[in-house]
C-alpha cells in the first residue's frame, strides 16, 4: 500500500503565496488583470453555496441530540454566560470607529441621501411564516430560529436516531463540498487581490491598513488579556495558567484558520485545567463535552468581530454607522452570524444601506483577519466552556478586588489601543483629500461649441421690432445667454484655469450645437431676468428654480431637471438634522438665499425657525456659518459644497417629498421660444443627454476614457501604452 505523500505546502502557505502573487500580479500589470475579478465573484458564489444548507443541517443536528437536561442546563448557565460574553465583545467592537484617523472625507451626491432608510420589518425578518421563503430569499435569522425550533422539538422524540443518521450522511456531502470549495482558496485569494491591487487607487490601500491595523490591535486585546483574565477574576484558576494550558491550541488555529479542528485541544485543556481545581472531574468533564459542541452553533467572538468591518466599511464610503444605528445593526445582523460571514456581511452592508462592492475589501482582508479572528474565536469557546463548567459547580464568584483590577487593566489597554492606533495611523497613513481640487478643476465633459463667455457685461443687442425674439436669434446667428455672477456649483461657475463650466452651461452649449447658434454667455445678478431680456442683453438664461412671483414677469421652458430641499450643516451637526419631526419642535436659524416663496415654504415646514437671509452659498461659509444653524439649499448643491469644504456635510430631513423645478428663464411672450425649448428639453430628457450631464456633474461619475491606474508594466517598463 502507497503511502500518501506529504504536500510540500499546506493550504494556509498556499493562500499566503497566492496573496503575495496576487499583490505583485495586480501591481505588475494594473488594469490589465481587472478581469480576474468575475474569476474571484465566481469563487465568493462557490464558496456562500453551501452555507445555508450546512447552517440548517448542523443547528438541528446539534441541538437535536441533546436531552433534556443538557438543553435546559445549556440555556441557564451557558447562556448567561454567552451574553456576558458577547456583550463585552460587542462593547469592544463599536470603540472601532474611535481608532479610525480622522481623514476629512466627503462624496459626491447620492440618490440614497434624499430617501429616507426602508424600515426593518423584524417580524418577517426573524418569524418564517413560510420557511421556504425565508431560505429562497436567504432572510438567516428566520432560518436560524426554524432549524432552532426543529432542533429544540427533536429533543426527547423516539426513534429519531434514523432520521439523524441521514441527516449526518448529508452534512458529510455538504462538508464534502466545502472542502473541495475550499482547497480552491487559493485561486480565489489571487484572482480578488489581482483585480483588487491592479484597479484600487492608492488612497483605497491606504484606508484598507486601518481595518488591518485596528483589527489586529483589538483581536489581540480580546484574546490575550480581556477573555482569559475574564476566566481568572471569576474562577479559581490563575492568569499563567490558562495562557501556558492553551497556546498550542491558540497557535494552532492561528496557523491554520480552522476553530474546528482545534476543538477536541481546547476539550482536553478545559478538562486539564479543572483536573487541577476542587471540582467534581467527573460532572465537569461532562459540562465540557456538551458546551464544546453546542457552542460551536452560536456565533463567537471571531464572527462578532465582523460587526468592525461594517463600521469600516460605512467610514471608508462615507455612509458611515450611526450610533443611533447600532440597534438596528445589532438586532439585524446577530441572528444572521449563525450563517457563515460570507453570507452575513452582505446582508449586513445591504440593511445598513453601504455600498455592496465594499464586500471585495472585507474578502480582501480576510486573508489576514481571519486567523486573528480565529484566534479570538478559540479563546472565546475555551472562555465560555471554562466559566460554564465553574459556574455549574457554584464556583464563579465576583471578588470584587480582582473585578476592580480587571476592569483598570481592561480600560487603559482599551485606551491604549484606541488613541495609539489613532495616533500611528494619522502620522503612518498620509491621507490626502483631493475632491476640492477635482470639483473645482472639472472641465466640460465634452467640447461641442466654443462659446464666448464675458466676464464684464458687453452691450446690449439691438431688439429688432416687428420680430420674434427667435426670428432675431435665428437672423444673427447668435444667442445671448444670462449667467449667475455668484459661483453656483455644480450649475455654474469657473473652475480652477477660468473655463466657465457646470451642468447648465454644458447644456446651453449643447443647445446651441443643435441649432448651429453661436453662443455668448453673459454675466447676470438677481432671480428677476426681465429688465436683461427687455434691454437685449441676453435672449435667455440658464437654469432657474420656478416660482410664482417671477412668471409675471418672464417665461420659462419646460423644467429639465427637479432637485431636492435639504440643509446644509456643520459635519459633526448632520446627525442633529436627521428627524423631521424634532427639527420642528426647535429654535433654529436657517441661512437662506432663495425667493420668498421658498422662504415661505421653510417657515410652513420648520414654524420655529428663524430665517438669515444671505446673498450667497459662499456667504453662509464664510461669513455666517457661526450666526445659523443650517443653510437652506438643495441636496445636489450642497453635496458640491461639501466636496470643496469637507467640514461641511448634508442634511436630507425633508427626504425626496420637496423637488425643485428648474427651467429655462425667456423673455414674457416669446412663445415661439418657449416651445422650441420645451421640445428640445423633451428631446434631451429622452435621448440621455441630461441623465449624463446630471451623472457627471451632479453624481461625479466621470467618463470612460480614464487615464489607467499606475503599473510597472505601463509606467516603469513602458510594454504597453
Not at 431680456?533 to 432657474?544: L, P, R, T, V, W
Not at 421653510?602 to 445659523?628: G, K, M, Q, V
Request: net charge negative.
Amino acid at each position: 500500500m502507497k503511502e500518501k505523500k506529504t504536500p510540500i505546502f499546506s493550504l494556509s502557505t498556499k493562500i499566503f503565496i497566492a496573496l503575495l502573487l496576487g499583490i505583485c500580479t495586480g501591481l505588475f500589470f494594473g488594469e490589465l488583470v481587472a478581469f480576474l475579478e468575475t474569476m474571484g465573484d465566481i469563487y465568493i458564489n462557490l464558496l456562500q453555496m453551501t452555507v445555508l444548507p450546512y447552517v440548517i443541517l448542523s443547528l438541528i443536528l446539534g441541538l437535536g441530540s441533546l436531552e433534556y437536561r443538557q438543553a435546559v442546563m445549556l440555556a441557564k448557565k451557558g447562556g448567561l454566560l454567552l451574553l456576558l460574553i458577547w456583550v463585552i465583545t460587542i462593547g469592544v467592537v463599536f470603540l472601532f470607529p474611535l481608532a479610525f484617523p480622522d481623514w476629512k472625507s466627503s462624496s459626491f451626491f447620492s440618490q440614497g441621501l434624499t430617501q429616507p432608510k426602508e424600515s426593518i420589518d423584524f417580524i418577517k425578518l426573524y418569524i418564517p411564516a413560510n420557511p421556504f421563503h425565508a431560505i429562497a430569499n436567504n432572510l438567516v435569522p428566520a432560518v436560524v430560529l426554524f432549524c432552532i425550533s426543529i432542533g429544540l422539538a427533536l429533543i426527547g422524540i423516539k426513534g429519531k436516531e434514523r432520521l439523524m443518521e441521514d441527516m449526518n450522511v448529508l452534512m458529510e456531502a455538504l462538508t464534502r463540498v466545502t472542502n473541495f470549495v475550499v482547497r480552491l482558496t487559493p485561486i480565489g485569494v489571487f484572482a480578488i487581490t489581482a483585480s483588487a491591487a491592479g484597479t484600487m487607487g492608492l488612497a483605497e490601500m491606504r484606508r484598507m491598513e486601518v481595518y488591518l491595523y485596528t483589527y489586529v490591535a483589538f483581536s489581540l486585546v480580546m484574546s490575550f488579556w480581556i477573555l482569559p483574565a475574564l476566566v481568572t477574576t471569576l474562577t479559581p484558576l490563575r492568569y499563567r495558567q490558562v495562557i501556558d494550558l492553551t497556546k498550542d491550541a491558540l497557535v494552532t488555529a492561528f496557523a491554520t484558520s480552522s476553530l474546528f479542528i482545534v476543538l477536541p485541544i481546547l476539550a482536553a485543556r478545559s478538562k486539564e485545567m479543572i483536573s487541577q481545581s476542587d471540582v467534581d472531574c467527573e460532572e465537569a468533564d461532562a459540562t465540557v463535552d456538551i458546551i464544546i459542541p453546542a457552542s460551536f452553533n452560536f456565533p463567537h467572538a471571531g464572527k462578532l468581530f465582523t460587526f468592525s468591518f461594517i463600521l469600516f466599511a460605512g467610514w471608508y464610503s462615507g455612509f458611515e454607522v450611526e450610533p443611533a444605528d447600532y440597534t438596528v445593526l445589532l438586532g439585524s445582523g446577530l441572528m444572521s452570524l449563525f450563517a457563515n460571514v460570507n453570507v452575513a456581511v452582505p446582508f449586513m452592508l445591504d440593511i445598513m444601506h453601504i455600498p455592496s462592492d465594499t464586500f471585495q475589501f472585507f474578502v480582501a482582508t480576510s486573508v489576514i483577519n481571519a486567523r486573528f479572528g480565529t484566534l479570538l474565536a478559540a479563546m472565546h469557546v475555551l472562555t465560555l466552556t471554562l466559566l460554564t463548567a465553574f459556574a455549574m459547580r457554584g464556583q464563579v464568584r465576583v471578588r470584587w478586588r480582582r473585578l476592580f483590577r480587571y476592569i483598570l487593566i481592561t480600560c487603559f489597554l482599551l485606551v491604549t489601543v484606541v488613541v495609539g492606533s489613532r495616533l500611528f495611523l494619522t502620522i503612518a497613513i498620509k491621507d490626502t483629500y483631493d475632491k476640492d481640487s477635482l470639483i473645482a478643476s472639472m472641465p466640460l465633459s465634452k467640447l461641442r461649441i466654443q462659446a464666448t463667455v464675458y466676464v464684464d457685461p458687453p452691450a446690449a443687442v439691438p431688439l429688432l421690432p416687428g420680430m420674434s425674439r427667435l426670428e432675431q436669434i435665428q437672423k444673427r446667428g447668435m444667442m445671448r445667454v444670462c449667467y449667475d455672477e455668484d459661483n453656483n456649483m455644480p450649475f455654474s461657475y469657473f473652475n480652477t484655469v477660468g473655463q466657465l463650466v457646470g451642468l447648465d452651461v454644458e447644456l446651453v452649449e449643447i443647445l446651441g450645437a443643435d441649432f448651429s447658434t453661436h453662443i455668448e454667455l453673459v454675466p447676470a445678478n438677481g432671480a428677476d431676468l426681465s429688465s436683461y431680456f427687455n434691454s437685449g442683453y441676453c435672449d435667455m438664461a440658464i437654469g432657474q428654480g420656478l416660482v410664482p412671483r417671477l412668471s409675471t414677469v418672464q417665461d420659462y421652458s419646460i423644467p429639465y431637471m427637479n432637485y431636492t430641499l435639504a440643509l446644509l450643516v456643520k459635519d459633526y451637526r448632520r446627525h442633529e438634522f436627521k428627524d423631521f419631526s424634532q427639527l420642528q419642535r426647535q429654535d433654529l436659524t436657517l441661512a437662506i438665499v432663495a425667493d420668498p416663496y421658498y422662504q415661505k415654504l421653510i417657515h410652513t415646514l420648520l414654524p420655529r425657525a428663524e430665517l438669515l437671509l444671505i446673498d450667497s452659498n459662499e456667504s453662509f461659509i464664510e461669513h455666517y456659518n457661526t450666526r445659523a444653524d443650517a443653510m437652506v439649499t438643495l441636496a445636489e448643491e450642497g453635496s458640491t459644497w461639501s466636496l470643496l469644504y469637507p467640514e461641511y456635510a448634508v442634511a436630507t430631513p425633508f427626504g425626496d417629498r420637496i423637488k425643485l423645478p428648474v427651467a429655462f428663464p425667456v423673455p414674457l411672450g416669446e412663445e415661439s421660444l418657449a416651445d422650441l425649448l420645451k421640445n428640445w428639453v423633451i428631446l434631451k430628457q429622452n435621448d440621455g443627454t441630461i441623465t449624463d450631464l446630471y451623472n457627471y456633474w451632479i453624481l461625479g461619475q466621470q467618463p470612460q476614457h480614464h487615464v489607467p491606474r499606475w503599473s510597472i508594466i505601463r509606467n516603469v517598463l513602458h510594454w504597453v501604452d
